[in-house]
């Protein structure tokens, strides 16, 4: 009988109590929610835009690389391509190929002048493309006006034929038939180009395109010893072959081709990496957003809650457990945080169809949109963490407060705070949400860099806010009413200062930090380049041109310093006798191990030589070949003097020692080389010759001609195009980064409106005390926008200061480029904060203004 009249276990009783707190709290909470979401709706606004931000660029990014895996046998051209560098596959390796089933077409690619036969003989610089009959293996080519392709490039009346895109044939006013001179030969024009397959969408900083057949290329003469010319071959399996066993055994038959074999699962690296960068890039931009709209949680928590707060009272008089209460509202806020989020991963999975077709000329390949769920639960993750990061704090500190101070917390804040268990949970969420934000990142020591720079930022606004506070609780009492009521509203109890600041300046700081990257940027290129900059370069100069090249350069009025230096291409195939591609490179400097390199040789230094470890060689050197190499690249693969680079040139690879390092500003555009030999071997090779001719802008067409006309097969790239092209080009990226960081803003302006929002009603209360007191509607707005106003300067200047902070570091140690104090854009910043502020805050005040004394006080 004992045992059966024995109390119940403590651990059964617990489990009846946890869900009786739990059954009573949902119950609770469905009740409530019936009445609307209305005082949580910057809550779902802030959570949406964030959320949608994330999962639109991680959308869209799934989209373009799923295209360019799905795409990549026709954006390599085929299964795989071998690239010979500036010399033909032996015939021997074709014939293999062909054994085995493969379909082969030749590409060769340069650049060339294209001249107008007739008129004015106008002329500009090409991307030249020569095209074997069996191109395109993969995909459709297309010249407008053809009936096919093959059919557009032939031979007509003994006249080869050329196609050209559509801005050659509006800048040179071209029509199909005209006749055009590329090198030694004379074309008719095809029409131009509608579609090329292989061609993945990139900035042509250059030239556009020019396509001819392949076998029309040797009546041009432009293929000469030591041309910039690269011989590109697509091959198409057999059915049923295999790509990687195939690659295996062409390597493995011929080890010493010196050629660079990549398969269409490696169609495009470059612009994978920069699609994914940018994608990082973009995905952090969002995540700030979504930062800032945490603000907004916090701010809608507090002011939701401070709106329940008879409610809250009520419950706990009645002897609801703090559980219960907090596990009420926590219901709650977890339904409305699900909202937002679900809102915005509908706005992102829609986003970017959107997004495509705007984009569509800029981005690499059309892509494939779907639904993509990792980018969908990595963005729902995010604003989960953001969510309950957020409103945890707000939350536990009603729990805490007793019934009897949350009646009278709206006018004396009780200091109560969330217990050790609530703010330790606090700090895990962050942890897990920096822990997200690293582990998913492409560049995790930049995501990393990032993560601890926004809780920097954060904490500065906070203290700014705190400063601000204090600074006008300390002012002078002697002031005029409007400005002295400003100050006051400022520190008064339960002012949201600290909150709009942080909120209004991440926004800011981010739009500060974009266009200080983006001027600087800008002002390189478009100011500083130019000056020391030279009108020309001049590239494909035979040996037995160079004397009449000279003279020509020299004999037109205006041309000023003729700089000249000898050309070869070299690909870097082994690094003390380890594989380029096993090199263990960083990432800034990998990329002088992928694809050719510019070699000159020299007896003396070049003008302005910088070394900073080793020395140079005599000028009559004569004994084993040796190379001054550039000194970051050999950083970034832990080389030094000493140890050995084995480069490949035209076929034959060459062991050199490394002799000495140098500092490379490759921004001077001189004629700058990563590897510079010692005479001798080099000599003897075949090799062109490259120049800069400095030259005032009148003698720039005078010279462009005289040089072309006696000299078809050498091409000339004018640097005043490429620096346009470069501009026009960070002009889009400007555009878009500012367009993203605008999400940012627009969070913060969400946050602001809320918080200004939040506390409506004691403005009004405030206002018609006010006027009651006999104060005016013009002195009352004078009061809200001093305290606008120094709340608007406060947030600019602190965004000036992080976005300074943040675009040198950016700029110098993630460009690697000079960074320059921009007053002008850190001015504009201020004056829009300043300008933003005043116009949310007059919108919120507008009620108040308007609110007539007699119904509230008789309400009261």
Same mark, same amino acid.
């Given at each position: ?54 999962? %639109? ?23 795989? @391509? ?12 074709? =014939? ?63 006249? $080869? ?8 044939? =509006? ?168 909202? %937002? ?52 704090? $707000? ?14 917390? @709206?006018? &004396? ?33 930049? &995501? ?9 930022? /954060? ?66 290129? %478009? ?122 040139? /035209? ?33 003897? &090779? ?136 921009? $007053? ?37």
């Amino acid at each position: 009988m004992e045992g059966t009249l024995a109390p119940p276990r403590p651990a059964v009783a617990a489990r009846s109590g946890e869900a009786s707190v739990l059954g009573t709290a949902w119950r609770l909470a469905l009740r409530e929610l019936r009445g609307g979401t209305r005082g949580l709706r910057i809550v779902i606004a802030c959570l949406a835009l964030g959320v949608a931000a994330i999962a %639109g660029v991680g959308t869209l990014t799934s989209a373009v690389l799923e295209g360019m895996r799905a795409d990549g046998r026709r954006i390599l051209g085929g299964d795989l @391509e071998v690239s010979a560098g500036n010399r033909p596959i032996a015939q021997n390796a074709l =014939d293999w190929i062909a054994a085995r089933g493969g379909q082969i077409a030749e590409v060769v690619e340069m650049r060339s002048m294209l001249v107008v036969e007739d008129g004015a003989r106008d002329r500009m610089l090409v991307e030249l493309k020569a095209v074997g009959p069996a191109y395109p293996l993969y995909g459709n080519a297309r010249i407008e006006g053809a009936p096919d392709f093959a059919t557009g490039l032939e031979s007509r009346d003994g006249v $080869p034929r050329v196609a050209v895109e559509p801005v050659v044939m =509006d800048r040179l006013g071209l029509a199909p038939g005209q006749r055009v001179r590329v090198g030694d030969a004379v074309f008719a024009v095809a029409g131009a180009i509608a579609e090329e397959p292989d061609r993945v969408a990139r900035p042509t900083v250059f030239g556009p395109r020019a396509l001819i057949s392949r076998d029309a290329l040797d009546a041009t003469g432009l293929v000469q010893p030591g041309s910039l010319v690269r011989f590109d071959y697509r091959v198409r399996l057999a059915a049923g072959e295999d790509v990687r066993a195939f690659i295996a055994s062409l390597r493995a038959t011929f080890p010493d081709g010196g050629w660079r074999i990549r398969s269409y699962a490696e169609a495009a690296p470059g612009v994978i990496r920069f699609v994914e960068q940018t994608s990082l890039f973009l995905t952090l931009v969002g995540l700030t957003a979504l930062l800032v709209g945490g603000i907004g949680v916090v701010n809608g928590v507090r002011a939701w809650l401070d709106s329940r707060r008879r409610t809250i009272a009520t419950l706990k008089c009645l002897g609801a457990p703090a559980a219960t209460v907090f596990a009420t509202y926590a219901i709650q806020l977890g339904a409305i945080a699900v909202l %937002g989020i679900a809102i915005g991963l509908v706005v992102g999975t829609g986003a970017p169809w959107l997004a495509g077709a705007l984009l569509a000329d800029v981005l690499p390949v059309p892509p494939r949109f779907g639904l993509y769920p990792l980018p969908l639960v990595l963005a729902a993750l995010f604003g989960l963490l953001t969510a309950a990061t957020f409103a945890l704090w $707000p939350l536990a500190r009603a729990r805490e407060i007793p019934a009897v101070a949350l009646f009278r917390d @709206e006018v &004396a804040q009780s200091r109560a705070r969330p217990r050790a268990w609530v703010i330790a949970a606090n700090m895990a969420l962050a942890a897990a949400l920096v822990g997200l934000v690293v582990a998913v990142a492409q560049d995790r020591q930049f &995501a990393a860099a990032f993560c601890g720079a926004a809780a920097g930022t /954060l904490v500065l606004f906070r203290l700014g806010g705190w400063a601000v506070k204090r600074a006008a609780a300390a002012a002078p009492r002697h002031l005029p009413p409007a400005l002295r009521l400003g100050l006051a509203n400022l520190h008064r109890p339960g002012s949201a200062t600290a909150l709009m600041l942080v909120s209004l300046g991440l926004g800011l700081s981010t739009l500060a930090s974009v266009a200080m990257i983006q001027g600087n940027l800008q002002r390189q290129v %478009g100011e500083r380049l130019p000056e020391r900059a030279p009108a020309f370069f001049f590239i494909d100069i035979q040996n037995d041109q160079v004397v009449r090249f000279d003279q020509l350069a020299a004999s037109v009025p205006g041309v000023g310093e003729i700089a000249r230096v000898p050309s070869l291409r070299a690909r870097i195939v082994a690094v003390n006798g380890t594989p380029a591609e096993q090199v263990q490179a960083t990432e800034d400097t990998a990329w002088a191990l992928r694809g050719d390199r510019g070699l000159t040789y020299a007896g003396t230094p070049p003008e302005g030589t910088r070394l900073v470890a080793g020395s140079w060689w005599s000028p009559d050197y004569r004994g084993e070949p040796l190379v001054s190499f550039d000194g970051r690249l050999a950083a970034g693969w832990g080389i030094g003097v000493g140890d050995r680079l084995t480069v490949n040139v /035209l076929g034959r690879d060459l062991d050199l020692r490394i002799a000495s390092l140098r500092v490379i500003d490759w921004r001077s555009f001189g004629l700058n080389f990563t590897l510079i030999a010692s005479p001798g071997l080099l000599e003897a &090779a075949p090799h062109t010759h490259i120049a800069t001719v400095h030259a005032l802008p009148s003698a720039e067409a005078p010279l462009l001609r005289a040089v072309t006309d006696a000299l078809p097969n050498v091409s000339a790239i004018r640097v005043r195009d490429a620096l346009e092209s470069v501009n026009q080009l960070l002009g889009r990226i400007g555009d878009a980064l500012s367009s993203t960081g605008g999400i940012t803003l627009l969070s913060g302006a969400l946050v602001l409106a809320g918080a200004i929002a939040a506390g409506r009603r004691q403005r009004i209360r405030d206002a018609v005390v006010l006027k009651t007191l006999g104060a005016t509607r013009r002195q009352i707005l004078a009061a809200y926008l001093v305290e606008f106003g120094i709340l608007g300067a406060a947030a600019g200047l602190l965004a000036a200061l992080v976005g300074s902070a943040a675009s040198w570091a950016v700029t110098t140690y993630v460009m690697r480029a000079d960074w320059a104090f921009l $007053p002008g854009t850190l001015g504009v910043t201020i004056l829009a904060c300043v300008v933003l502020t005043i116009a949310f805050g007059w919108l919120g005040t507008w009620a108040a203004l308007r609110a007539k004394p007699a119904p509230l006080l008789r309400a009261e």
